[in-house]
T-cell receptor, first 112, second 112 residues
């Protein structure tokens, strides 16, 4: 069974600080996805990582993928309040028609 | 504009009633999915369909049913057999059988 684990699950950080969210998964996969969810809203795609060593950046967020370690990171640089949201990583699940398996999400709160 | 439309956005149901959640997409995507989200949880796969007139159970299919008579439509019925149906339901689609998911706005079901 494919397991996707994120940590931390809750993160409170000050504006201007840097931090990293980790996503570990239990089986071989070359594809990993990051999504953002605002309270009461649906999921918005942030990054699609399709190969080992892939790195994508958008604004203050940078995501990377290490398929050998089965690890992806989402790095936040100089956080601002607008980044407050829940972030999910997801991995292709070969045991379910390749539907994505999601982590439990990291709830991020950026405070002044 | 292309996208995924879910309706209704909010739904209240009495115990013992079946309800059907609508999901329509005009993205010409082959695959469609239903996920369930509970507070503080990740997304759990209910059903998915990779092609018209075919669908597969996900991890938590008990108490749910679906149909895929048209490529554009993938309705989900929450039956009275579902013991704890109060949740946020998300419909998604993808171009092929794998890959990035695009989500609708979600339907929030509350059982009274």
């Amino acid at each position: 069974e494919l397991k996707v684990e994120q940590n931390p699950l809750f993160l409170s950080m000050q504006e201007g600080k840097n931090y990293t969210i980790y996503c570990n998964y239990s089986t071989t996969s070359d594809r990993l996805y990051w999504y953002r969810q605002d309270p009461g809203k649906s999921l918005e795609s942030l990054f699609v990582l399709l190969s080992n060593g892939a790195v994508k950046q958008e604004g203050r967020l940078m995501a990377s993928l290490d398929t050998k370690a089965r690890l992806s990171t989402l790095h936040i640089t100089a956080a601002v309040h607008d980044l407050s949201a829940t972030y999910f990583c997801a991995v292709d699940g070969s045991n379910s028609g390749y539907a994505l398996n999601f982590g439990k999400g990291t709830s991020l709160l950026v405070t002044p | 504009d292309g996208g995924i439309t879910q309706s209704p956005k909010y739904l209240f149901r009495k115990e013992g009633q079946n309800v059907t959640l609508s999901c329509e997409q005009n993205l010409n995507h082959d695959a469609m999915y239903w996920y369930r989200q509970d507070p503080g949880q990740g997304l759990r796969l209910i059903y998915y369909s990779q092609i018209v007139n075919d669908f597969q159970k996900g991890d938590i299919a008990e108490g749910y049913s679906v149909s895929r008579e048209k490529k554009e439509s993938f309705p989900l019925t929450v039956t009275s057999a579902q013991k704890n149906p109060t949740a946020f339901y998300l419909c998604a689609s993808s171009i092929g059988w794998t890959g990035e998911l695009f989500f609708g706005e979600g339907s929030r079901l509350t059982v009274l």
